[in-house]
């Protein structure tokens, strides 16, 4: 079983930045690629970066060039580096651990998530 604590979000301004973090515990070797998603109101969860184990980072039009997903292997720790943020960028964000073949397939629960807001 693996755990996911996610941590960082709040309320900014557009144009400002923010870091979220996911701490992860648990059988976290069996992933082979780990993910942030979000999920705005009335909205279905979506993808928003991938950082495969032997593959290059995804992300979609929507945040490439403004996130930046990352981990620290010896803290078993994600992060997510956001700039530039917009008010469409306001969500839940969540982490995940799971496969990557061509696509991401989370297979790890979800947590709590963490707020993030963004004022116009």
């Known amino acids: 079983q693996v755990q996911l604590v996610e941590s960082g979000g709040g309320l900014v301004q557009a144009g400002e930045s923010l870091r979220l973090s996911c701490a992860a515990s648990?059988?976290?070797?069996?992933?082979?690629?780990w993910a942030w998603y979000r999920q705005a109101p009335g909205k279905q969860r979506e993808l928003v970066a991938t950082?495969?184990?032997?593959?290059?980072?995804n992300y979609p039009p929507s945040v490439k060039g403004r996130f930046t997903i990352s981990r620290d292997n010896a803290k078993n720790t994600l992060y997510l580096q956001m700039i530039n943020l917009k008010p469409e960028d306001t969500g839940v964000y969540y982490c995940?651990?799971?496969?990557?073949?061509?696509?991401?397939?989370?297979?790890?629960?979800w947590g709590q998530g963490t707020q993030v807001t963004v004022s116009s």
């Open positions: 648990g059988n976290t070797h069996i992933f082979n690629a």
């Open positions: 950082i495969p184990t032997l593959d290059d980072t």
């Open positions: 995940s651990g799971g496969w990557y073949s061509r696509t991401y397939h989370p297979q790890s629960s």
